[in-house]
Nanobody, 119 residues
Framework: QVQLVESGGGLVQPGGSLRLSCAVSGITFSSYTMTWYRQAPDKAREEVARITNSGGTTTYADSVKGRFTISTDNAKNMIYLQMNNLRPEDTAVYYC????????????WGQGTQVTVSS
């Protein structure tokens, strides 16, 4: 059974930092591309950051470049999103996603974790 479980969300003041974690089980971690998405109220889900486990190539949305960093710990099957200099517009539910690098129908989601940036 495939499971992705996010943690680390919460309330933080503008300019603050949070680190999100996603524990992955039930898949061959190294065969998947890992992505963090977010969805704000009344907005479409958007891709935030992606990392290919095959080579570790990272991609970021323009809105988070220079502030967010995606990383993985292959030994622990963990995905992380370090978020610095947070802004109110970063408020959203954040989801981790695992999609097989070749067989795209193997596509899995976590349940999401709420991040609220407010003073």
């Amino acid at each position: 059974q495939v499971q992705l479980v996010e943690s680390g969300g919460g309330l933080v003041q503008p300019g603050g930092s949070l680190r999100l974690s996603c524990a992955v089980s039930g898949i061959t971690f190294s065969s998947y591309t890992m992505t963090w998405y977010r969805q704000a109220p009344d907005k479409a889900r958007e891709e935030v950051a992606r990392i290919t486990n095959s080579g570790g190539t990272t991609t970021y949305a323009d809105s988070v470049k220079g502030r967010f960093t995606i990383s993985t710990d292959n030994a622990k099957n963990m995905i992380y999103l370090q978020m610095n200099n947070l802004r109110p517009e970063d408020t959203a539910v954040y989801y981790c996603n695992a999609r097989h690098s070749r067989l795209a129908w193997y596509n899995y989601w976590g349940q999401g974790t709420q991040v609220t940036v407010s003073s």
